[in-house]
């Protein structure tokens, strides 16, 4: 169950990584892009770490790091949507939106 919801959460990030593109609009719009490039970052670093650690058997480390990764990819899927929004799209925004639960169930997973 935690390897499948890791990656649905690594194929999130990487289908959502070519976003970042839209960043020369308005200043909101760069700083929600910015948030969402340094969420998302640290929350691919800690889903690794996280693997790593039960790879490694120590399902408490594990489960630290799972949390930390869950809590920045709902701050990543949330500055995301906001700036979607801000930038006046709406296309896809349920997709993000069910990343968003899928982060929240990461998180609540331990």
């Given amino acids: 169950m935690l390897r499948s919801i890791i990656a649905s959460l690594f ?3 990487i289908a959502c990584h ?3 593109s839209w960043a020369d609009s308005p200043i909101s719009f ?6 969402w490039n340094e969420k998302r970052d640290l929350a691919t ?10 790879k490694e058997g ?3 480390l594990s489960c630290i790091y799972q949390r930390k990764a869950g809590a920045n990819g709902i701050e990543a899927t949330q500055a995301l ?3 979607m929004k801000s930038n006046g799209s709406t296309d ?12 929240k169930e990461l998180r609540d997973f331990c």
């Fill in 11 to 13: 194929i999130l990030l």
């Fill in 18 to 20: 070519g976003t970042a």
């Fill in 30 to 35: 760069a700083d929600y892009m910015n948030e």
């Fill in 45 to 54: 670093k800690n889903l690794l770490e996280a693997e790593q650690a039960l």
């Fill in 58 to 60: 120590d399902k408490k």
């Fill in 81 to 83: 949507i906001k700036a």
């Fill in 92 to 103: 896809g925004i349920e997709n993000f939106e069910a990343g968003l639960n899928k982060w």
